[in-house]
């Protein structure tokens, strides 16, 4: 398997890390959408949202967690904050291996516009 976010878990590829665990690495998107743009990805490779299985509850609710634990640490919590998930090409996932988006620090507008 040739998968990006796997190769930056490995440290095969660096990136600019803002959380690590066992289970989960976080850091901050090569491209932003906003000021604050970190992408929060599972150590286990689970392609897409379509892929997820029961047992991965846990795994999948400590994503959003963490979002949450970021936010507040980078003082985002308050003003608030996007968190995205896409699901296949036609959603926009360019990475297949599962990852929210945590965006923050301007204003997001909906619909978009």
Same mark, same amino acid.
């Given at each position: 398997m040739n998968c990006l976010f796997c190769s930056i878990i490995e440290k095969k590829i660096p990136a600019d890390i803002v959380y690590e665990d066992e289970d989960v690495i976080?850091?901050?998107d090569i491209a932003p959408r906003a000021p604050l743009h970190?992408?929060?990805i599972p150590k286990l490779h689970v392609s897409t949202l379509n892929d997820l299985e029961e047992h991965h509850a846990n795994l999948? *609710?400590?994503l959003l967690?963490?979002?949450q634990k970021l936010a507040k640490q980078l003082g985002h919590a308050e003003e608030g904050y996007r968190v995205v998930m896409n699901c296949n090409q036609g959603?926009?996932?360019?990475?297949f291996h599962i990852h929210?988006?945590?965006l923050a620090g301007r204003l997001f507008q909906w619909?978009? *516009?």
């Open positions: 976080a850091f901050k970190l992408l929060i999948a *609710g400590k967690l963490i979002a959603a926009g996932q360019t990475v929210l988006h945590l619909p978009p *516009g």
